[in-house]
């Protein structure tokens, strides 16, 4: 399973941009679904999960700005952000867990994509 992530770009200061990760196959098995981010010099970080349930949980420093989402129809994975601060700027990576495709299961990383936040 490849995971294609895309949306990113450069955003002011208090805007929103909508980030997207598309499965290359159906899912039809899956622990959970991911938003990570990497600063310059900064461990990668969690910033967004969603259950198989549907149970989302965020960390305090995006909670009330960001929202994880998924389109099992379209095979996607959304971030949806807002108030974005220029301490958001960052590489964006989507992630599963136990994604299952077909016969095969496992942990994937989709590429990055970058947001940038401008004063």
């Known amino acids: 399973v490849q995971l294609q992530a895309s949306g990113g770009g450069l955003v002011q200061a208090g805007g929103s941009l909508r980030l997207s990760c598309t499965a290359s196959r159906r899912i039809f098995r899956w622990e959970s679904m991911n938003w990570y981010r990497q600063a310059p010099g900064n461990q990668r970080e969690l910033v967004a999960r969603?259950?198989?349930?549907?149970?989302?949980n965020y960390p305090d420093s995006v909670k009330g700005r960001f929202t994880i989402s998924r389109d099992t129809a379209a095979n996607t994975l959304y971030l949806q952000m807002s108030s974005l601060k220029r301490e958001d700027t960052a590489v964006y990576y989507c992630h599963g867990l136990g994604l299952c495709s077909r016969s095969v299961c496992g942990s994937y990383w989709g590429q990055g994509t970058l947001v940038t936040v401008s004063s």
């Open positions: 969603i259950t198989s349930s549907g149970d989302t």
